[in-house]
């Protein structure tokens, strides 16, 4: 099965600050992609990215800035967290984008007090 | 873009009977069809999946349905067991639009009791 990875897996911050999380998938996958997860709202697409050097805007992407940076390794950037982004961040990653299974990672659990 | 609508939200079901989760789309373009399991604490993880070209497909105890004219999609688990308690999402996309973008339902959380 696809490997995908995600770091750190649990995350307090304050309001105002700056987080990163990371997400590395060692498949070789061209498509990688960042959602959150949260109740009476399902899985909802931050951003996602074709390949190194790619970001595509998702449809919950405000506050949020993402960066790809290799073929395995795509980060979501909070620069200033809001309550509001407490949550739990799935990343994916899937070979054929949109054609073939994603395969997620663990997850991470921000709360942002 | 695309809107996905599934229901129940919460489905309560005695072992060895049957569940159904119905899903519908908006976006008459959208050819692909995941449905997800995510058991609690765990990632989402791909069970099943059928594409346009099909109305019908079964794994084992999981079908799903396809109906396009309806835009309507479900999965349907039979004999379930307390294995199968889990939230389950279904997933929408359009491969022709090489997005990548699945759209997702908002989940139904499956009770199965013993």
């Known amino acids: 099965e696809a490997a995908v990875t995600q770091s750190p897996r649990n995350k307090v911050t304050v309001t105002g600050g700056n987080v990163t999380l990371s997400c590395r998938q060692t498949?070789?996958?061209?498509?990688m992609y960042w959602y959150r997860q949260d109740t009476g709202h399902g899985l909802r697409l931050i951003h996602y990215?074709?390949?190194?050097?790619?970001?595509q805007i998702g449809d919950v992407p405000d506050g949020y800035k993402a960066t790809r940076t290799t073929q395995e390794d795509f980060f979501l950037l909070l620069e200033l967290a809001s309550p509001s982004q407490t949550s739990l961040y799935f990343c994916?990653?899937?070979?054929?984008?949109?054609?073939?299974?994603?395969?997620f990672g663990p997850g991470t659990r921000l709360l942002v007090l | 873009g695309e809107q996905v609508e599934q229901l129940p939200s919460i489905l309560r079901v005695q072992e060895r009977s049957s569940a159904s989760i119905n899903c519908t789309y908006e976006?008459?373009?959208?050819?692909?069809f995941p449905w997800y399991k995510q058991e609690p604490g765990e990632n989402p993880k791909l069970i099943i999946d059928?594409?346009?070209?099909?109305e019908r497909k079964q794994i084992q105890g999981l079908i799903v349905l396809l109906d396009k004219k309806a835009k309507r999609f479900s999965l349907h688990i039979t004999d379930t067991q307390p294995a199968d308690s889990a939230m389950y999402f279904c997933?929408?996309?359009?491969?022709?639009?090489?997005?990548?973008?699945?759209?997702f339902g908002h989940g139904t959380i499956l009770r199965v009791h013993p």
């Open positions: 994916a990653s899937s070979d054929a984008g949109g054609k073939d299974t994603q395969y």
């Open positions: 976006n008459s373009a959208s050819n692909y």
């Open positions: 059928i594409r346009s070209n099909m």
């Open positions: 498949n070789s996958h061209n498509y």
């Open positions: 997933a929408a996309s359009n491969t022709g639009a090489n997005t990548g973008k699945l759209t």
């Open positions: 990215s074709y390949g190194a050097g790619n970001l």
